[in-house]
């Protein structure tokens, strides 16, 4: 069971961790110079910073939103209650990998009693899409950054692999029957069962295709976001600048994301200063710590406050929704 009290301990652990990190940062390099930095930010640019962070939500719920009714689940869902839930899960956006984000398949439920192993596949095809969308933007870069590249094609055969994996069934299937045989495993077979008929569903060519797409548009906001960050900092703008913004920004949600720590915290922010001093002629550790906190505010942490007000207003509209009617409950049971 999940309580709203547990998630806040959640919540607020991670803001303690994301307050260090930045403290972390700032003392490494110098604080005041930092302070400096920030000062001298041209806080217009804050609006298209933000604007293009949305659009990243926008076309990120989009997609979330056709999963959910390609998968048959959104009986029930209007796509008001849709993106209640998108936004509310993002408040789990600084859990380890992100894995968190199932929160919307416990959110689906009280909505209309859709098993959560049934949707849980649509946030693994979520976090899968998001992953290659930001490695083929990385790849944009890679010149920028050599000793990248062996990361970058390690990544690259992990996810085909795994792909190739999940959608070869005479395997999948061996293994749920042989899961299913084990006395220890074989109450959780019908909802591993679930799960795999859910991803195999999803990972499809065709689709995996169009949501990756997606997801490269999607994410590439947000690192046009960062690109009016370095800008606002002074940094000279141009094509040059939108690569090294594109590929710095990319490669350290990717770093943070396979780090599996809270919302990548601490290898996103260290591996920001660390790309951004070695590409941008002339940048301090200073320029660089200030533009990694005012990026990481305006994604991750501005994702999560978003997140925190949706599931507000989903408790209020939903309150009570854990406890299912017998019939309900009956009806998921035999799903």
Known sequence: MISLGNLQRKIALSAVLGALVIAALSLLTDVRSVGNSLAGFRWSALLAILGWTIFNYVLRWAKW???LRRLGMGDGVSYGDSGLLFTSGMVMAVTPGKVGEVFKSYLLKRVNGTP????????????LTDGLGMLLLMAVGLNLYPPARPLFWLLVIGGVLGIAALQYRPLALALLNRMEGLPVLKRFGPAARSFYESSFALLSWRLLLVSTILSIVSWGGECIAFYYVLAGLGVAPGLELLLIATFVFAASTLFGLVSFLPGGLGTSEASSVALLMAL???????????????????????????GVVALLLFERRYRGGEDEPRELRVANESH
């Not at 959560?116 to 979520?126: D, K, Y």
């Not at 002629?281 to 501005?302: E, K, P």
Request: hydrophobic fraction near 55%; glycine fraction near 8%.
């Open 65 to 67: 939103d056709y999963y």
């Open 116 to 127: 959560i192993s049934a949707s849980a596949p649509i946030v693994l095809a979520e976090r």
């Open 280 to 306: 941008v002629g002339g940048m301090t550790s200073a320029v660089a710590a200030a533009a990694t906190i005012v990026i990481r505010f305006c994604t991750l942490w501005f994702g999560v406050s978003l």
